[in-house]
Nanobody, 131 residues
Framework: QVPLVESGGGSVQAGGSLTLSCAVS???????LGWFRQAPGKEREGIAT????????TYSNSVQGRFTISQDSAKNTVYLQMNGLQPDDTAMYYC?????????????????????????WGQGTQVTVSA
């Protein structure tokens, strides 16, 4: 088990910014960390991953250019800087970690059944964007 704790969610107006944090109890040598979101009635969506060994990042089309994933390995923390927020960004945001694979599999894990791609998840933090 790898506990993860998200924080930083809240309510903002359209065009605003938020930074989410995810405290990870333990990094591993090949850690792949990701941010995901799930709106009511919708499937969980992968939005960004970072491959810890070389900080290679991948983004979904829906957030490319607006969101930035980063890490502070000394603090065992992953961040999601979100700019230009829109009402469609309203969702519960989750971070997750997987320890196997490489940079390519980390990027690929953003697609498909993300709940199966990542074995360890946080409890989520709510982001609400009003028009």
């Amino acid at each position: 088990q790898v506990p993860l704790v998200e924080s930083g969610g809240g309510s903002v107006q359209a065009g605003g910014s938020l930074t989410l944090s995810c405290a990870v109890s333990k990094y591993t040598a090949s850690a792949c960390l990701g941010w995901f979101r799930q709106a009511p009635g919708k499937e969980r969506e992968g939005i960004a991953t970072i491959y810890a060994p070389d900080t290679r990042t991948t983004y979904s089309n829906s957030v490319q250019g607006r969101f930035t994933i980063s890490q502070d390995s000394a603090k065992n923390t992953v961040y999601l800087q979100m700019n230009g927020l829109q009402p469609d960004d309203t969702a519960m945001y989750y971070c997750a970690i997987r320890s196997a694979g490489n940079a390519w599999t980390c990027a690929a894990a953003l697609q498909g059944r993300v709940e199966k791609n990542f074995p360890f998840w946080g409890q989520g933090t709510q982001v609400t964007v009003s028009a």
